[in-house]
Each structure stands twice: as structure tokens, then as C-alpha cells.
């Protein structure tokens, strides 16, 4: 991974995402998108490849809420549809910044793309070209804690002890490196100090609702340990970040909806996707008739709000579902925060079987529930 001093700075003025926050594999075989079903996804600061991946899935619609900036929202998943019209997969896939690509072929396919939108949105992405000519997948405050992150490791470790740190086949090997060299008793005294006074990373809504941004700014290193015992090169969350110039993102690795293949499917997702006005912080009001949609998807939303507004949201979402419709949730809590008598029901033994399967590792519970009968 390369420190970008840019990104460093400009960090905090970029989205809070604009590439997958989730494994989109663990989404797909959760939900089974096909024709004739509609799906409900919610985030927080999203970028919509939830929806897309649905979208291009099969699904014949999907409503995307954002509890916090819908206009992102839609500003990305419109950009994202309309440079699939324009470019091919692979060019498609330089711009997002999960292939290989020089200056010119990055510079190219950016201005292909700027000049494929009109209107707001031209006039809104060209002022912001900047934050993709690295690759849109670059653009975000999660490549500013990356660098962070990043910085930390070369200040604290030997380059050939930080290579294998990275690529080692052991794990055993990644982990006792790592906390040789950067677990250090220092940091964890200046953390646990420091940690639930202020709050270095999370949203407002998330720090006061959820106790996992104190507990994680107080000893942070237990999630970097998870992280790097996986191996952050084969991460599909992280691996773009490891990419050497000339080597492109192995297919595995890509969205699902985002590989040659499926890549038909996200041109015409846009028509499929339907990104809902809100107001910030304000809950999804879902007036369907009762059974109209066949699933959901909530990443990371409960750890934002508070025990009332979670039993109304999963009342609301449980109305709209077909009997026996999966949902499913991400969060970032210890404890399982969806409320019992909602109703949904949790599918202990599928959940189980997606948290296995989980390669992004980034939430500590991977939950999946049914619409009750």
C-alpha cells in the first residue's frame, strides 16, 4: 500500500463511502435476487452498491433509504449507473480503481464518465474529479483511516517483518508480528486514555447510540488483529488497497456485480434502482401494502439509532415483507440489538452459515431474520 499525502489531508472532506462497505457475496446468497422480487437496502452515508448488486442481481426493484445522506446516495449510484453505460467492464472497473491503469487511461475514463452526466450532477462530480483519478473505490474517509492505519504500520515496523505482516500464508505469522510491532503497551495506554473522550472517526448518531465506537477507540487493536489475521491483501473490503500498478484485482476479489459476466446487468440496474428522498436521520416511512417487497438489507443502521426508533423501523420493515422474507443486518454491537416481538425472527442456523462465510470481517455480528408468518 502506498502513503498518499492528499488523501491523507483531504481524508475528512471526502464521502464516508463510495465503494463496498460489506461482502456483496454474503448479500446475494442472503437475499437470492431474481426476476419478479423487490428488495428494501438501508445505510448510513452509503454508496449503493448494496442495491446495485441486487439490481444487477435480478431483482426487479430496489428501494434504497439512506438515513443520513440520500443526496450521496443518489449522486453515487447515478454516477456508477452512467459510467456503466459508457465504458466497458474493465474500463468501468480503472475508474472505480479495482484494475490497473496509467494516468492516461485513469484520466480518460474519467472525463468519459464527467462527460456522460449532465445538469447538477455534471456540474456537482467535475468539481470533485480529483477525489477519482486514484480510483472512486479510493475516494472516502475509509481510505483516510486506511492511510491512518497504514502510517501507524511503517512508523512501527521493519519493511521485511511489514511484507510479511502483509502476505505471509500463516497466520500465526501476520498475528505475532503484529503484535510485536505495532500492538505496542504504549499505544494501548495512550488509547484506553483517550479513546471514550474523543470521538477520532464515528458519526454523531453512532457515538451516541452505540457503545462500539467507545469500546473500539479505547483498544482499537483486537480489530486490527481480526483484520490482519484474515490477511488484509484478500479482503475484498481492502485488497484494492494493496494493488500493485501494473497487477488488476483477481476476479473473486471484484463485487459480484461488478465481474464480466454479471457487468450487463449493472447497466441496466439503474432503471431498477430507486433511491427514496428523507431527511437526515429520519426513519423510512415504508407506506407499502403488506408483502410487497421480498427482503432486506440493513448495514450497519441499528447501531445509529435508539432502542425506540429500532423497534419502529423493524415493525415498519416487517409489515412490508412477504411471510418467511429474509432480512439481512450488519452491526458493529457485541449484543444483538433487534428487538424481539418485531417481527422478525432470527435464522440462527443461516446466520451462522453467512458469518462464516463473511471474507470482510469488519462487523462483529452478521444477523439474518425472517418476516413472521
Same mark, same amino acid.
Given at each position: 500500500?502506498?502513503?498518499?499525502?492528499?488523501?491523507?489531508?483531504?481524508?475528512? /472532506?471526502?464521502?464516508?463511502?463510495?465503494? !463496498? /462497505?460489506?461482502?456483496? +457475496?454474503?448479500?446475494?446468497?442472503?437475499?437470492?435476487?431474481? @426476476?419478479?422480487? &423487490?428488495? $428494501?437496502?438501508?445505510? /448510513?452515508?452509503? *454508496?449503493?452498491?448494496?442495491?446495485?448488486? =441486487?439490481? *444487477?442481481?435480478?431483482? +426487479?426493484?430496489?428501494?434504497?433509504?439512506? $438515513?443520513?445522506?440520500?443526496?450521496?446516495? #443518489?449522486?453515487? !449510484?447515478?454516477?456508477?449507473?452512467?459510467?456503466?453505460?459508457? =465504458?466497458?467492464?474493465?474500463?468501468?472497473?480503472?475508474?472505480?480503481?479495482?484494475?490497473?491503469?496509467?494516468?492516461?487511461?485513469?484520466?480518460?475514463?474519467?472525463?468519459?464518465?464527467?462527460? %456522460?452526466?449532465?445538469?447538477?450532477?455534471?456540474?456537482?462530480?467535475?468539481?470533485?474529479?480529483?477525489?477519482?483519478?486514484?480510483?472512486?473505490?479510493?475516494?472516502? #474517509?475509509?481510505?483516510?483511516?486506511?492511510?491512518?492505519?497504514?502510517?501507524?504500520?511503517?512508523?512501527?515496523?521493519?519493511? #521485511?517483518?511489514?511484507?510479511?505482516?502483509?502476505?505471509?500464508?500463516?497466520? +500465526?505469522?501476520?498475528?505475532? =508480528?503484529?503484535?510485536?510491532?505495532?500492538?505496542?503497551?504504549?499505544?494501548?495506554?495512550?488509547?484506553?486514555?483517550?479513546?471514550?473522550? !474523543?470521538?477520532?472517526?464515528?458519526?454523531?448518531?453512532?457515538?451516541?447510540?452505540?457503545?462500539?465506537?467507545?469500546?473500539?477507540?479505547?483498544? @482499537?487493536?483486537?480489530?486490527?488483529?481480526? =483484520?490482519?489475521?484474515?490477511?488484509?491483501?484478500?479482503?475484498?473490503?481492502?485488497?484494492?488497497?494493496?494493488? +500493485?500498478?501494473?497487477?488488476?484485482?483477481?476476479?473473486?476479489?471484484?463485487?459480484?456485480?461488478?465481474? @464480466?459476466?454479471?457487468? %450487463?446487468?449493472?447497466?441496466?440496474?439503474?432503471?431498477?434502482?430507486?433511491?427514496?428522498?428523507?431527511?437526515?436521520?429520519?426513519?423510512?416511512?415504508?407506506?407499502?401494502?403488506?408483502?410487497?417487497?421480498?427482503?432486506?438489507?440493513?448495514?450497519? $443502521?441499528?447501531?445509529?439509532?435508539?432502542?425506540?426508533?429500532?423497534?419502529?423501523?423493524? #415493525?415498519?420493515?416487517?409489515?412490508?415483507?412477504?411471510?418467511?422474507?429474509?432480512?439481512?443486518?450488519?452491526?458493529?454491537?457485541?449484543?444483538?440489538?433487534?428487538? @424481539?416481538?418485531?417481527?422478525?425472527?432470527?435464522?440462527?442456523?443461516?446466520?451462522?452459515?453467512?458469518?462464516?462465510?463473511?471474507?470482510?470481517?469488519?462487523?462483529?455480528?452478521?444477523?439474518?431474520? &425472517?418476516?413472521?408468518?
Amino acid at each position: 500500500m502506498k502513503f498518499n499525502i492528499w488523501t491523507m489531508l483531504a481524508g475528512w /472532506s471526502m464521502p464516508e463511502h463510495t465503494g !463496498i /462497505s460489506d461482502d456483496l +457475496d454474503v448479500l446475494l446468497k442472503a437475499l437470492k435476487p431474481a @426476476p419478479g422480487l &423487490r428488495f $428494501i437496502t438501508l445505510s /448510513s452515508y452509503g *454508496a449503493g452498491e448494496a442495491a446495485l448488486a =441486487l439490481a *444487477a442481481g435480478g431483482a +426487479d426493484t430496489v428501494l434504497a433509504y439512506d $438515513i443520513e445522506d440520500v443526496h450521496m446516495l #443518489q449522486r453515487l !449510484i447515478s454516477l456508477k449507473v452512467s459510467a456503466a453505460g459508457v =465504458l466497458d467492464n474493465h474500463e468501468y472497473l480503472v475508474l472505480m480503481g479495482l484494475r490497473s491503469g496509467t494516468v492516461e487511461q485513469r484520466r480518460a475514463v474519467v472525463s468519459r464518465t464527467l462527460e %456522460s452526466l449532465s445538469g447538477a450532477e455534471y456540474s456537482f462530480w467535475v468539481k470533485r474529479h480529483r477525489w477519482f483519478l486514484q480510483g472512486l473505490f479510493f475516494a472516502n #474517509q475509509q481510505t483516510f483511516f486506511m492511510q491512518m492505519f497504514w502510517l501507524l504500520i511503517c512508523l512501527l515496523t521493519p519493511l #521485511q517483518a511489514r511484507r510479511l505482516m502483509l502476505y505471509s500464508e500463516c497466520e +500465526d505469522t501476520r498475528l505475532k =508480528l503484529f503484535r510485536r510491532y505495532v500492538s505496542r503497551p504504549f499505544l494501548k495506554v495512550l488509547f484506553n486514555r483517550l479513546g471514550s473522550r !474523543i470521538n477520532f472517526f464515528y458519526p454523531k448518531a453512532e457515538w451516541r447510540f452505540s457503545d462500539y465506537p467507545k469500546d473500539f477507540n479505547r483498544d @482499537p487493536f483486537p480489530y486490527f488483529e481480526r =483484520l490482519m489475521g484474515r490477511g488484509l491483501p484478500g479482503n475484498p473490503l481492502f485488497a484494492h488497497y494493496f494493488l +500493485d500498478d501494473e497487477k488488476s484485482l483477481p476476479e473473486p476479489l471484484l463485487p459480484p456485480h461488478l465481474r @464480466p459476466h454479471v457487468y %450487463s446487468g449493472l447497466r441496466a440496474a439503474g432503471e431498477r434502482v430507486q433511491v427514496v428522498p428523507s431527511a437526515p436521520g429520519s426513519l423510512p416511512p415504508l407506506d407499502f401494502p403488506p408483502g410487497s417487497y421480498h427482503g432486506a438489507y440493513l448495514s450497519n $443502521i441499528i447501531d445509529y439509532l435508539g432502542p425506540k426508533d429500532r423497534m419502529e423501523l423493524f #415493525q415498519r420493515i416487517s409489515r412490508v415483507l412477504t411471510a418467511g422474507a429474509p432480512v439481512l443486518v450488519y452491526s458493529n454491537e457485541s449484543y444483538d440489538k433487534v428487538p @424481539p416481538e418485531c417481527g422478525l425472527e432470527p435464522d440462527r442456523s443461516a446466520g451462522s452459515s453467512l458469518a462464516a462465510q463473511d471474507r470482510v470481517r469488519i462487523y462483529s455480528r452478521v444477523g439474518l431474520f &425472517r418476516a413472521a408468518a
